[in-house]
């Protein structure tokens, strides 16, 4: 069953201003060493992590309001490829207590990008195996 949803578009031209900040403070605090090196891999690594900074705020807006905290660190939701170019939110250690919290099962993504802007959806589902 569905319990969250979330959108969020991001400039692209934005991150790629935050990308060439001495010292990388906006991409140290907000993506995970994964992300990081997936971008470097890409042959557009702003537009790369203007999706992933979409899809964090769009987890935040399906789950946080769920939480006690309502809040959390952004570098725990980790935004990655299947070999076949497909993304998904990879559930590591710390973003599964939180999933547990919220009384979600499964995060279902997708992202898009166009011109100078990047856009994800997540649908926060109950069970993996509950229909949508």
């Not at 935050?18 to 042959?43: H, N, Q, W």
């Not at 557009?44 to 705020?57: C, I, M």
Request: proline share 5%.
């Amino acid at each position: 069953m569905i319990k969250g949803i979330g959108i969020d578009t991001v400039n692209i031209n934005e991150i790629a201003r935050y990308m060439k900040e001495p010292g990388d403070a906006f991409i140290t605090r907000t993506f995970s060493d994964s992300e990081v090196r997936a971008s470097s891999l890409s042959p557009k690594p702003e537009e790369y992590l203007a999706a992933r900074f979409a899809a964090k705020e769009a987890v935040f807006k399906a789950i946080a309001h769920f939480t006690k905290e309502k809040a959390f660190d952004f570098r725990i939701v980790e935004t990655l490829n299947e070999s076949d170019g497909y993304p998904y939110i990879h559930v590591n250690e710390k973003l599964k207590p939180l999933l547990a919290e919220a009384g979600i099962g499964s995060l279902l993504i997708s992202i898009t990008t166009e011109d100078e802007y990047a856009t994800a959806m997540v649908v926060a589902v109950t069970d993996v195996n509950d229909p949508v």
